[in-house]
């Protein structure tokens, strides 16, 4: 029997291949997304997680990409207040480095170029009698506070798939393409064993892109820079809710942000990275400079035996030639080939930033209309609520104390994890729960069997590194004993009967 046919095929279960799968299935048309491994695997996961317009950008002129991305701030964070929310920035200002009136220009920019509405402007501050002064060395006396977004980056592109799938999108993991080739008037899709058909297909592998386009035997003349950015996360270094954004004396930034409750984030860096894509680690060069980076603003130095975590991921950018791996531009491009009688469409992606994935989304869907006519319909992601998002993007305080009294055996902390991970959809797995017991084996840290059975059926969990470091972030708190005893669950549950 011949495959069923799909109106779209998107190959990359990254940030901008969930987003386009969203936009195409609730705009009508039949979708198939396919991911190599799990969602969010690679680049998507292993970002800052911030949600902003890039301030460090207006220094090389990209004054309409950060008006893009500022602008899509409250938008996000209207459809996703739990897993987006605002987020406080301190910038101390450096004497020798950037002086002080070009920063308050720059924020002053900042504030007024994005459509910022419910975000606080920028302000000065005296670091002596601010909670942010405390941590950081006596000779910082003055900084700037701005405002942007942070987000669980992994969760987002998760949430996108499964509203995806809510509006009918077939959505695979782990089924990689082995080969795509055009057929007429539609694309026949190798995946191992199985074969689907698409009468247009969506390229959107991030940093295998290329790859992708070489096993379609599609020309292209479109160059792709692979940068390696890298974080560690160390023991919290401040208990405030404020993050940092640090200068270095090589003209590099980077970040210092509460994570997670209990840990400090740092990063991020840019190096050209030239190894293989399987496993991207950070080097140890890397570790040691955002560690003598942080140890340059805190009192309490920051070393490399403090590190309790790294993680890196390769960004996609387009090639324009700038020197510096953070110079390169993070704005996107399409290359869209139509076929020769204008058929079968393919749409490669080329770069992009998290902040700006559901607008590259809809640019990428509606170039894609003159194919699919049910694409022509409007702009539709921007104010439809993200699984779980359908609550004001100020009311996550008031959900979490709403959470805590429907189940009164939750802790605070609890219920705050589970806010921030599910939202409303929280409840469709604590059900008419009683007590913790009514939600079977307790894995550790709140991880129960009712919400490992939740990210088996809806999120697509199959191992334990999928809901460790991407469903949720426990894998920071996790033994090894614990995360065998979750492994071994997941084997019994998602092994073929």
Not at 6 to 16: E, Q, R, S
Not at 124 to 151: I, M, Q
Not at 262 to 276: K, N, P, R, S, W
Request: aromatic share 10%; hydrophobic share 40%; charged share 25%.
């Amino acid at each position: 029997m011949a495959p069923a046919m799909f109106d779209l095929a998107v190959i990359g279960g990254g940030v901008n291949g969930a987003g386009i799968a969203r936009d195409a299935a609730g705009r009508g048309a039949k979708v198939l997304l396919l991911e190599r491994g799990d969602l969010a695997e690679g680049t998507s996961s292993n970002s800052t997680k911030l949600i902003h317009g890039g301030l460090r950008y207006l220094e090389h002129y990209e004054f309409a990409l950060v008006r893009e991305a500022l602008s899509e701030r409250e938008v996000l964070w209207g459809i996703a207040p739990h897993i987006i929310w605002p987020m406080r920035f301190i910038l101390p200002h450096r004497p020798g480095l950037r002086p002080r009136w070009l920063l308050r220009l720059g924020l002053f920019l900042y504030d007024h170029i994005g459509g910022r509405k419910r975000l606080p402007s920028a302000e000065g501050v005296d670091l002596r009698n601010h909670p942010a002064g405390a941590p950081l060395k006596p000779e910082y006396t003055r900084a700037f506070a701005y405002s942007d977004g942070w987000v669980d980056d992994a969760r987002l592109v998760i949430l996108n798939a499964r509203d995806a799938a809510d509006r009918g999108a077939e959505v695979r993991t782990r089924c990689e393409v082995t080969a795509l080739t055009r057929e007429g008037d539609h694309w026949r899709i190798d995946a191992g064993a199985e074969t689907f058909t698409a009468r247009a297909v969506v390229n959107a592998a991030g940093p295998r892109v290329l790859d992708l386009l070489g096993r379609a035997g599609e020309p292209t003349t479109q160059k792709m820079r692979l940068v390696r950015g890298s974080h560690i996360v160390v023991r919290k270094l401040f208990d405030h809710d404020f993050a940092y954004f640090f200068q270095l004396p090589d003209g590099r930034i980077f970040f210092a942000i509460p994570y997670e409750s209990d840990f400090t984030l740092i990063g991020t860096t840019d190096v050209d990275h030239q190894a293989g894509l399987d496993e991207v680690k950070a080097s140890a060069e890397e570790i040691a400079y955002l560690c003598e980076g942080a140890s340059e603003y805190f009192r309490k130095p920051v070393t490399p035996a403090d590190v309790v975590w790294t993680y890196s991921g390769v960004r996609p950018l387009v090639d324009d030639g700038s020197g510096k791996p953070e110079a390169a531009t993070r704005g996107y491009r399409f290359e869209l080939d139509g076929g020769a009688d204008s058929t079968a469409p393919l749409l490669s992606v080329f770069g992009g930033k998290i902040t700006t994935y559901r607008h590259l989304a809809a640019e990428a869907v509606e170039s894609l209309a003159p194919f699919l006519p049910m694409l022509k319909l409007r702009d539709w992601t921007g104010h439809a609520p993200l699984p779980g998002g359908d609550f004001g993007m100020t009311q996550a305080p008031a959900m979490m104390a709403e959470l805590s009294q429907r189940y009164p055996f939750l802790s605070e902390r609890e219920a705050q994890r589970l806010i921030r991970l599910y939202g409303t959809c929280a409840a469709r797995f604590l059900g008419d729960a009683t007590s913790a017991s009514d939600l079977g084996e307790d894995f550790g840290h709140g991880l129960t069997a009712a919400e490992v059975n939740h990210l088996i059926a809806t999120e697509w969990a199959q191992i334990a590194e999928d809901v460790l470091w991407r469903r949720t972030k426990l894998g920071l708190y996790f033994t090894p004993e614990q995360a065998a005893a979750l492994a071994a669950y997941l084997t019994e549950r998602t092994s073929p009967a």
